[in-house]
């Protein structure tokens, strides 16, 4: 019987008790790759479908809300569509991980594009269709899905990165989070070029 199975079997004051002692379960049922370094950086998880990427990079989102009270984040997919259906409202998204724990499930503004924890957390939902939608804004950590093939969003990831990149300086220990399928693009080329060269402030697992 798995780790999973025994926490949703168990009786609520056991569940609550196990949360308040292991804070999220996450990091007991991970493996070490599926893990985002605490490190300042820009990480790429890129693997094939049913490898985990999204699961491992929607529970460090919810573990950053949790562990930095007041943060601002953001959430980029290929639109702003995709975004909350993959990333706020998929299967592995969000939504789903935090009731499956008992976390705080963020509220989603629809006016703003926004989800808001009750800590003060905060996370816009933006595309990478959009660069207005992506300037002027200053996060600690961002989350950036590439979907299956990185490759046909190239154009937009070459305009938006900068945008991206510069915004990503507030509050300690800024980090982005890239999600990408096996197939490649230009920006998981970039971090290939910087892992390979010996950069530490570049990482990627995966295949």
């Not at 996450?26 to 300042?40: D, F, G, H, K, S």
């Not at 009270?69 to 969000?94: H, K």
């Not at 905060?122 to 979907?147: C, E, I, K, P």
Request: net charge neutral; no cysteine; glycine share 12%.
């Amino acid at each position: 019987m798995d780790l999973v199975t025994i926490y949703n079997q168990a009786p609520e004051p056991i569940r609550k008790e196990l949360l308040g002692k292991l804070g999220n379960p996450w990091y007991l049922m991970a493996r070490p790759e599926q893990i985002v370094p605490r490190q300042t950086g820009r990480h790429l998880i890129q693997a094939g479908r049913g490898w985990g990427k999204n699961r491992a990079a929607a529970e460090w989102i919810i573990d950053m809300a949790d562990r930095y009270p007041g943060t601002a984040m953001a959430l980029v997919g290929m639109t702003e569509a995709y975004a909350y259906n993959i990333m706020v409202d998929g299967e592995s998204g969000i939504f789903m991980l935090s009731a499956k724990f008992g976390k705080d499930i963020p509220t989603y503004d629809t006016h703003t594009g926004q989800l808001r924890w009750k800590n003060g957390s905060t996370a816009f939902v933006r595309g990478l269709d959009s660069s207005d939608d992506l300037r002027g804004y200053n996060h600690q950590f961002v989350w950036m899905d590439l979907g299956e093939d990185s490759g046909a969003v190239d154009e937009q990831v070459k305009e938006r990165w900068a945008i991206i990149a510069d915004g990503n300086t507030r509050g300690e220990n800024p980090q982005i989070v890239v999600t990408a399928g096996a197939a490649d693009g230009w920006l998981t080329r970039l971090f290939k070029d910087k892992a390979a060269a010996g950069n530490p402030y570049w990482t990627r697992v995966g295949t």
